[in-house]
Each structure stands twice: as C-alpha cells, then as structure tokens.
C-alpha cells in the first residue's frame, strides 16, 4: 500500500492545465458600456473609431447572422465574451460580434443603413438585453495568448492564414521579437507567418499594381495568398528576383528596384486575376520556372535576363536575346471562316500571316478583335445578339461571352464548351490589358496561348452556323 505522504507529493508535482476561469473574474456589465476592440485583428486596418468598428462587422464579418441567432435562440451564458480594463474602460477582447450584436438591438441606429431598418422591425415588440456577463482578463497580452490558441488552431470561425500573419506580425510591431514569438506559440511555425506578413505587405505597396487590384489585395479573406506563397517560396523565383528570407526569422528583404517592382507587379495582378493559379502555372516546380521565365520575358521587353552582381547586390541586367526569330504562324490555313463576312475574312487572313513570334502585341490585339467580332456576327445572324447594357450603347466582349455561355449550358452536346467560355472569360484580361497598360507588352508563348484557349469556340461556331445554314436550305 502507497503511504499517503507519497501520493501527496506526486501530485504537488503534477503540471496544472490552465484554467482561465480560476485566472479571471467574472463582472456583469451594462451591454453600452462595452467599447468594441480598436485593434481587433479581423479588422482591415488598426485603430478605428466605434462606428468604422461596427460598419465593418455588419458588412464584413456577418454581425447580422450572430444578432439573427440571438434574436431567434436566445443569449446563450456558456461562453461570456473576454474583456480587458484600460484607462477604466472594458474592452472587448472576444466576442466582438456578439457584443455588437447587443448594442444594435438596444440601438439600432447605431447600425449600417440598411441593417438598422431591419433590426427597429424586429425589436418592436421585444425588450433587448441590457447586461451580461463577461471574463475581465487580467491584461491584454494575456487576452492575445487566449485569443491566439482559440482561433489559429482551433476549427470554430478559424482566421484565414493571412489574419494569422497578421495577428503575430501585430505583435511583432509592438516590441516582441520573433524569436520571443517562436517561443511563446509554441506549435506554430511563425517565419512562415513573418513571411506571409512581409510579402503581402510589399504587394500593397507596389507601384505597378492598379488601385483596383490594390483593393482586392488588401482584402485579408479572400486574396489567394497560399498561390503567393508558392511563388515566392519557389528557389527559383526568390533566385532570379533576389528575394532573401532569414532562415531563423523568416524576415524578408527585396531589391528596391524598378525591375522587382515591375514583375512583382505581373505576378500579384496575375494572381488576383486567377491568370496565375496554384493548379496550373503555380502546381509544380517545372510549371512555376515556365511562368516566372514568361513573366521575366515579358516585362522585360521581351528580353533575355541575367543575372550579374553589382556592388554585391544582384539585379537585373538585360540582354538581347542571339540568333533570328523562327517564322511561325499563329493560326493555320484550315481554319476557313463560314460566316460569310469580309471583315472577319481579312482579320483572320492577316492572323493566319503573321509572325506572331516577331510582332507579338500586334497579334493579341488582333486576335481579341478577332474573337469580338467572330461571337458579335455569329449571334447577330443567329439572332441571339445580346442587347446594350443602355439603350444606344456598345455591346462588349464580356457581353457575347456570357451570351455564349448561356446558349451553351443549353445545348447537351456540346456542354463542355461552357468551361472553354470561362476560361476565355478569366483570361481575357491580358489581351485588353494590352491596350490600355503601357508596362504590359505581350510575349509570344501568352499569344500562342491565348489562340489555343479560343480556338475551341471559333471552331464550333463556324461549325455550327454552317449547320444552320445547311438546314435553312432544306
């Protein structure tokens, strides 16, 4: 028999597993004394005001569907929101949208226009909440520690790994070191979040981006950034761009060059475009050097690029590339157009002529006006020409493609073809972008490309209004 003292002394020495319930006091408080948490991380930017806070989480983050619930199922007590006391105000650590959630109910005008509305008919006839209770934790470092653990491992409401970054990054600003940070999370690989933080935050603030794709990149739930870290993970892109990682820290440094700026620029435009995916040009390490290479090329003028070491930096040096152009033509003399139109005749004469490997941006744009008025024609003669989008106004590609598109879901035996639509669809934009960016210039192996995603379509629609044809002379 074990004598007691023994069994006492064993479990004097067992590990206690945190309990944040014996660490922080429990406090019923008025639901509008709360202030929602300025520097919350599933905000898109630091420091808001009460009312930018609460904008964002009825449009952003789905406050509507958690006052929805409470509204319909009640407040449930099983899991009071987290709170922190500074300056003798409480802070809402977790539970942000519950907590305005409340605050709506109570006012309603405190809401977006819109939701408010909506909120004022539900309450008519009901009392809202006005106290609750809360976790005061003891500070806000603490609060971190908590929040960290509940939501970057665990699977209710996870954040994308773009908010992960930026919630350790968060901290890092503030004074903590990254090895301090390694040590703390223990469990989580945080140069790879350092990384992720450091590469996005150089997206946002290129120079060769348009605002619009700025916008979109900014947006930490939906931008693609696992596509991205493919890239810049790849030995072959962080080589020929000169992108360094410290091996310990994972912090980022990048030439502050023009060229970087400009291919950097490409490859994040090309991601928000869905032109660059982790299943296609981003799969596999061979995928990934043919598209960095078509990049390089491309941005470069078309140009060859080494490598040379300058002052022990290495940049971009470009150099033309030996030896003449093989002739090449882009569309074969098989293709016969049976639209019967001289215009669509002529453009396809000259595409069916041209050096594209030589005169590469006279190609795409060419072949773009060449898929416009092929799809235009063939659905006027058909008579299935979609209307302006205003009365008097332009019909546009995007029109005709999603006229195709439709036409096509309908037709069993050629269904495949809706897929070949939507590619052209996604893809369309590097020939319009020809038109209007003076820093995009096609490259010839894009071209080539281009032809053979449309050639599917232009095929069947000869086909097809030779068939029509054929049947009206019946």
Excluded at 16 to 41: A, R
Excluded at 111 to 129: D, H, L, Q, V, Y
Excluded at 183 to 199: H, Q, S
Excluded at 396 to 423: R, S, T
Aim: proline share 4%; glycine share 4%; net charge positive.
């Amino acid at each position: 028999m074990i004598p007691i003292t023994l069994l006492k002394n064993r479990d004097m020495n067992k590990k206690k597993i945190l309990n944040y319930q014996d660490l922080w006091n429990s406090k019923v408080v008025q639901v509008d004394e709360l202030l929602l948490d300025p520097w919350n991380i599933r905000l898109e930017q630091q420091g808001w005001t009460q009312e930018e806070i609460i904008n964002d989480l009825f449009v952003n983050e789905d406050a509507m569907q958690i006052l929805n619930n409470i509204y319909e199922n009640g407040y449930y007590p099983d899991e009071p929101p987290v709170v922190v006391k500074e300056n003798q105000k409480y802070y809402v650590i977790d539970g942000n949208r519950r907590i305005v959630s409340l605050k709506a109910m109570l006012t309603p005008g405190i809401a977006p226009e819109g939701f408010a509305s909506k909120i004022r008919k539900m309450m008519k006839n009901f009392t809202p909440i006005s106290k609750i209770e809360v976790r005061v934790a003891t500070n806000r470092e603490e609060a971190q520690k908590y929040l960290a653990a509940k939501h970057t491992k665990d699977t209710r409401r996870p954040w994308s790994a773009l908010r992960r970054a930026y919630f350790y990054y968060a901290q890092k600003e503030k004074g903590q070191t990254v090895e301090k940070l390694i040590e703390r999370y223990k469990g989580v690989d945080i140069p790879k979040y350092i990384k992720m933080y450091e590469m996005h935050h150089i997206a946002m603030s290129l120079n060769g981006i348009s605002d619009e794709t700025r916008k979109r990149v900014s947006n930490k739930r939906s931008f693609q950034i696992t596509t991205l870290e493919r890239f810049y993970g790849d030995p072959y892109a962080q080589d020929w761009l000169n992108i360094e990682f410290n091996s310990v820290t994972g912090e980022v440094r990048v030439p502050k060059t023009q060229a970087f700026d400009r291919v950097y620029s490409r490859v994040i435009t090309d991601i928000v475009e869905k032109i660059a995916t982790s299943r296609k040009q981003l799969q596999t390490e061979l995928s990934r050097k043919t598209y960095i290479d078509g990049v390089i090329r491309e941005i470069l003028d078309g140009e060859k690029v080494e490598k040379t070491n300058v002052s022990g930096a290495q940049k971009f040096k470009e150099k033309k590339a030996k030896g003449s152009i093989i002739k090449a033509r882009l569309i074969l003399s098989n293709i016969v157009s049976t639209l019967d139109c001289y215009g669509i005749d002529k453009v396809l004469w000259e595409l069916q002529n041209i050096e594209y490997k030589r005169f590469p941006n006279a190609s795409a744009d060419t072949l773009r006006t060449f898929l416009e008025i092929v799809l235009k024609d063939y659905l006027k003669k058909t008579e299935r020409l979609p209307s302006p989008r205003k009365p008097g106004g332009y019909i546009y590609l995007e029109d005709v493609l999603n006229k195709m598109e439709q036409e096509l879901q309908n037709d069993a035996q050629n269904k495949g073809l809706v897929q070949v639509v939507k590619e052209l669809k996604a893809s369309k934009w590097y020939l319009e972008c020809i038109n209007h960016n003076p820093d995009v210039v096609a490259v010839d192996y894009r071209v080539g490309e281009a032809w053979g995603q449309m050639k599917p379509l232009v095929e069947y629609v000869f086909k097809d209004f030779k068939k029509r044809q054929e049947q009206n002379k019946k």
